[in-house]
């Protein structure tokens, strides 16, 4: 999903099953992307600049059948993550020096960054995701 403007608050619910991590993030290309999601009872929060992958948090979380996650952007390039079990409770996920994460390395021109969901692990594994949805007015 390409958004409109650079300033938006993305969430979605997801399933937590299978061994994969589901879960939400900004697409620029294959070697440049920024994703949060969930694996069992872990939130993991990593990037992939210039083809290196990082994790820059592992946060332990409740086994639950479903976990909600939301970003927010700020700008088109800086950005906050959240998890909760309830949609009420939003825990945010702390990096080495605070909560955002500067998104420099994404293209802003040319192929812009996209945002939507995210399945990485077993190829023969689907994420299952019960909704999506972006708000602008934040």
């Not at 996920?93 to 909560?99: D, E, F, L, S």
């Not at 500067?102 to 995701?129: C, H, S, Y």
Request: hydrophobic residues 40%; charged residues 20%.
């Amino acid at each position: 999903l390409n958004a409109k403007t650079g300033t938006y608050i993305l969430k979605a619910e997801v399933e937590n099953i299978g061994s994969s991590l589901k879960g939400i993030g900004l697409y620029g290309s294959a070697k440049n992307i920024l994703a949060f999601g969930i694996n069992g009872s872990k939130a993991l929060l990593y990037q992939i600049r210039n083809g290196e992958k990082q994790l820059l948090s592992e946060t332990s979380i409740p086994l639950s059948k479903k976990v909600f996650l939301k970003m927010e952007s700020l700008k088109g390039r800086y950005f906050r993550f959240y998890w909760s079990t309830d949609q009420t409770n939003w825990v945010p996920v702390k990096i080495q020096t605070g909560y955002s994460v500067d998104g420099n390395f994404l293209p802003q021109w040319g192929v812009a960054m996209r945002t939507g969901l995210i399945v990485d692990g077993n190829k023969d594994e689907a994420g299952l995701f019960s909704s999506f949805q972006i708000n602008y007015s934040f």
